[in-house]
């Protein structure tokens, strides 16, 4: 496996995502509510995130909850309401109607 490739889980007991990035655990925890889920805090070493892990990460679960259907996203999370104003065009159909980031 080279570098850049990495797996998503979703540990549903611990409510967040995971992977595993360079031997390090980089992980978004959430909470859902009425089928929509709440982004609510990314854990990620700043080396990861010079290297342009954070993006990678955000946009294989962005992905991962596009492909899931039926739930809407709400991130409340400073970075991650940064990388969704980045791909608000690609990720729109996610945000539930009347949230502004």
């Known amino acids: 496996m080279k570098d850049d ?3 998503i889980k979703d540990n549903e ?3 967040q995502f995971e ?3 360079e031997n390090e655990l ?3 925890e ?3 509510q009425e089928r929509k889920i709440f982004l609510s805090k990314l854990v990620i070493s700043d080396e990861l995130k010079e ?3 954070q993006e990678k990460f955000l946009t294989k679960i962005f992905d991962y909850l596009e492909d899931k ?3 809407k996203v709400v991130p409340t999370s400073a970075s991650v309401k940064k990388f969704f104003r980045a791909h608000k065009i690609k990720y729109s159909e996610l945000i539930p109607i009347g949230i502004s980031i």
Do not use: H, M, N
Request: proline fraction near 0%; charged fraction near 35%.
């Open 30 to 32: 959430y909470s859902e």
């Open 13 to 15: 007991f611990l409510r």
């Open 5 to 7: 490739e990495f797996d």
């Open 26 to 28: 980089v992980k978004l």
């Open 19 to 21: 992977a595993t990035i």
């Open 51 to 53: 290297k342009g892990f």
């Open 69 to 71: 259907g039926r739930i």
